[in-house]
């Protein structure tokens, strides 16, 4: 289960990866403000913190 | 030869917020701007400053943000050519590299687990993570021109 929690936070992490990669005005729009940039990067993080509870 | 107006509603629907009339209009300054249309790569660009648009933002301009996005990107390359150039020569490589950074990120993610102790998997993430960020200080943060 800790697994599949690190997982969906690291294809989170891999679209914020993919967003901040991007010129400004290429990006998808949600990295356009930063509550979007944060907003994806806390989700990452959320499902990494329930991964690592999980697997202790 | 610029796109067609349902040519860029496929490459980005959000444009239907804008009119054709609009869209044309928008297109005229982006070629007085100096970009044209690259059919290959699907995004307009300008050669004398190599740089590239693509359409998935194209929708929040209107002509006059454009200009004035323009405008600033020409006074940067008027004002240090060599940095300029030097900075899009960085930003050419970053591109080039970070759909495989990500790539073998995903790949990892998915599949490491299965051959990697937790441990090390999460480690060798960790590993890509930091490559990522020293790859785009490297290309693109360094070169950035200075104010």
Known sequence: ?56 | MRPSYEQLLALNPLLQRRSPEEVNSLLDTIEECGYSWDLSQMMFYNSEISRGIRTQGLDMFTPEKFREHHNRIYQEYVANPEQYNLHAHGMSIWSRWVPRLIILFVIDLLGGWLILPVKYWLISLGIIIVLFFFMKSFFVDATRPRD
């Open chain 1, 1 to 56: 289960m800790h697994i599949i929690s690190f997982i969906v936070a690291g294809l989170i992490f891999a679209y914020w990866l993919f967003g901040i990669s991007q010129p400004r005005y290429n990006r998808p729009m949600i990295f356009w403000k930063p509550t979007g940039i944060y907003g994806i990067l806390l989700a990452a993080a959320f499902f990494a913190f329930v991964g690592y509870l999980l697997s202790k």
